[in-house]
């Protein structure tokens, strides 16, 4: 299933996205479960299917991050060796963790803003996964038993602000600099999430390309390690890690500007696109 959530006339809404149309969650199932994280929260996602009201075009409506309002945003850093050896750095030992707000994260489609800060807007592609049944010290082998499914998502990054100091987060956190989506495609349908592949698209040109089998941290490591940290909740979003390509490595750099348009694609997925748009 590829489950969105979106607003349609300014209200919000979930559903089930089938091509190029959605099925809207009934009113009585979304008096139940207001949002998808309290669906995964509820264990509900399978009851879904039947608690849909007639099919609306996608188009008409604006897609949000699969889940908006999660409790939080878990970030792994320097998890590919292609993107450890262009920042000129060691395979860590363990994984390099930061966080970003939820209102840093747009849907599939809307605008990234570029803050009028800084020059230096960042992409990065990257594998999402969604937490489904929450869980504290979980072990490696029951790691994938508490992921409710992936998405794609877009660490969108202010470089300058980033290496301020020695703090990811405010370079991570600008308001609106980063998505997932299209949809979260639930685990069922991606039983082996290593095996996909990853590549971002800058104004159709390829700037990453990487299996996701290339992981440093696999999805059952960083888990674990999350979990021994804080207990993982339903709708926690754990964003993997980006490969090399990064365009502050490039050369000369390359930063995204408005009229821009950035693409991550994940085979089994699907394609997160949005244009970029300058600080209005
Ligand atoms: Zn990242």
Partial sequence: MRLVSFLNDGRPGYGIAEGDSLRP??????AR????????????????????????????VTLLSPIPNPDKILCVGLNYAAHIRETGREKPKHPSIFTRYPSSVLGHGVPLIRP??????????????IIGKSGRYIAEADAMDHVAGYSAFNDGTIRD????????????????????????????????????????????????????SDLAFSIPEMIAYLSQVTELLPGDIIATGTPGGVGRFRTPPLYMKAGDRIEVEITGIGTLSNPVADEG
């Fill in 116 to 129: 009028h800060v800084s020059t230096e807007f960042d992409y990065e592609g990257e594998l999402a996964v």
């Fill in 33 to 60: 479960y207001p949002d998808l994280r309290a669906v995964l929260a509820g264990n509900a996602v399978a009851a879904l299917p039947d608690a849909v009201a007639d099919p609306v075009s996608l188009a008409s």
């Fill in 161 to 212: 602000f980033q290496r301020h100091t020695s703090q990811f987060w405010a370079g991570k956190s600008f308001d609106k600099t980063g998505a997932m989506g299209p949809w979260l495609v639930t685990a069922d349908e991606l039983p082996d999430p290593a095996a996909q592949h990853l590549r971002t698209i800058l104004n159709g040109q390829e700037v990453q390309s990487t299996p996701i």
């Fill in 25 to 30: 969650a009934t009113e009585a199932f979304r």
